[in-house]
């Protein structure tokens, strides 16, 4: 697949705890971004990292990219219930097209 | 603006029937626009995308079609649909920015019985 590929497929962790998920990728890239999307509706976009990155951080979120091994993280810290959700890696496969991976399902019980 | 009008929210049509979903969007003029399916609890597939009027590409050999009549609208169609384009039908546009961030849609719930 020329899709990133996220894993774990899903997760279910306590409020307060960390949630870190992982995207892996083939090809390489100019930079990889991460969506999150909550249940029947559209996706929104969180946080780009270029790949001359290596770490980048959007209040609660933290995402790493490691390009020797096609590999991207999302940590979400002290997770909230309103966190359950989700979450999509994306890169471009050419100018023009954004392919995502399967995603992440995310669950966090209060 | 970056907002983007996608109807209806939901749609139940019998197999067979023609499709018609209509996207419009709002902000800078000739932005890229896309058409991704979802299935159920899976990830995005991407159909069709444009990058100007009647300048339209399509992804994978299927049922559907896509116009562009206007700058800012993006049509997806179907003349006879089938149980296979059952799905969540989402509509997005790029940044203007070289980075392409996706603005999407609420997206259309698509049931064919």
């Known amino acids: 697949s020329q899709q990133g590929e996220e894993d774990p497929q899903a997760l279910s962790i306590q409020e307060g705890e960390n949630a870190t998920m992982n995207c892996s990728y083939k090809?390489?890239?100019?930079?990889l971004q991460w969506y999150r999307q909550n249940s029947g509706r559209g996706l929104v976009h969180l946080i780009l990292i270029r790949s001359n990155e290596r770490e980048k951080h959007s209040g609660r979120l933290r995402v790493t990219l490691d390009t020797s091994k096609k590999s991207s993280s999302l940590l979400i810290t002290a997770s909230r219930a309103a966190d359950t959700a989700s979450y999509f890696c994306?890169?471009?496969?050419?100018?023009?097209?954004?392919?995502f991976g399967q995603g992440t399902r995310l669950t966090i019980n209060p | 603006s970056q907002t983007i009008h996608q109807w209806p929210a939901t749609l139940v049509q019998p197999v067979g029937s023609p499709l018609s979903l209509e996207c419009t969007v709002e902000g800078t003029s000739n932005p890229n626009l896309y058409w991704y399916r979802q299935a159920a609890g899976r990830g995005l597939q991407l159909l069709f995308y444009s990058i100007g009027i009647d300048q339209i590409s399509s992804e994978v050999p299927q049922n559907l079609s896509a116009s562009r009549p206007q700058d800012r609208q993006f049509i997806l169609s179907s003349k006879k649909l089938l149980l296979s384009d059952s799905g969540f039908y989402l509509c997005?546009?790029?940044?203007?920015?070289?980075?392409?961030?996706?603005?999407f849609g609420s997206g259309t719930q698509l049931s064919v019985l």
């Open positions: 090809t390489s890239i100019n930079n």
């Open positions: 994306a890169r471009h496969q050419g100018a023009q097209k954004l392919v």
């Open positions: 997005a546009r790029a940044s203007t920015t070289t980075e392409g961030k996706l603005f």
